[in-house]
């Protein structure tokens, strides 16, 4: 069982639709971040949220953390191909210790 | 460089061979991490290391894995009598050890164990 747990695992939609990709854990972060990665290279930082309960925008996708900072949810209005990718979420329990992550969701966007 | 970089790009080897791969973190970066990605999956954790102290090895997945890091800087991952279940992508990161740290990433070393 992993530390956090990633919902779906998988999602194929056509673009234009809306999406939410779930990031769960029973243990608490002090925070937690949220990558793509692109076929071929390495996951990028989309961003970090850090109080409980935050939001925070980025274009078109909403993340969201948790009251309790131990979930965080990713949502995407109106998908692109160019949203195709893997998403990544990781927490981090504590100031320099390790970050932990989820197993992913893949996403295709279909033209 | 500005980056993580890591050698080589891509890997070929003969079951049964050692392999050496190589990263090169960001300057300053106190944290290293190494990652397995199979195919179409995830991020394994292999190993960690902040600083001096001790790494946290409990990702490694068999005594075969081992890897070194000099002080803060160049980082070794080695894989002996490799198999062909080691075939991977092989991802480095290193980060500054702070609050919210990021992850800064290398392009990966894709290993092909024949």
């Known amino acids: 069982t992993q530390l956090l747990e990633q919902s779906p695992q998988f999602l194929s939609i056509q673009e234009g639709e809306n999406l939410t990709v779930y990031c769960n854990s029973s243990s608490v972060f002090s925070s937690l971040q949220w990558y793509r990665q692109e076929p071929g290279e390495g996951p990028v930082l989309l961003v970090t949220?850090?109080?409980?309960?935050e939001v925070k925008k980025l274009k078109r996708l909403t993340f969201q953390f948790g009251d309790a900072r131990k979930d965080s949810s990713l949502h995407i209005t109106a998908a692109q191909p160019g949203d195709t990718g893997l998403y990544l979420c990781a927490g981090e329990r504590g100031a320099g210790n390790m970050l932990t992550f989820g197993g992913g969701t893949r996403l295709m966007v279909k033209p | 460089g500005a980056g993580v970089s890591q050698s080589p790009s891509n890997k070929v080897t003969e079951k049964g061979k050692d392999v050496e791969l190589r990263c090169d973190p960001i300057?300053?970066?106190?944290?290293l991490y190494w990652y397995r990605q199979r195919l179409g999956q995830g991020l394994e954790f292999l190993i960690y290391?902040?600083?001096?102290?001790?790494?946290?090895k409990s990702g490694l997945p068999s005594d075969r894995f081992s890897a070194e890091r000099t002080g803060e800087s160049v980082s070794t991952l080695t894989i002996q009598r490799t198999q062909q279940e080691d075939s991977a992508v092989y991802l480095c990161a290193s980060s500054s050890g702070t609050l919210g740290n990021e992850q800064f990433f290398g392009p990966g070393t894709r290993l092909t164990v024949l």
């Open positions: 290391f902040q600083g001096n102290s001790a790494p946290d």
């Open positions: 300057s300053g970066h106190t944290a």
């Open positions: 949220v850090v109080t409980g309960g």
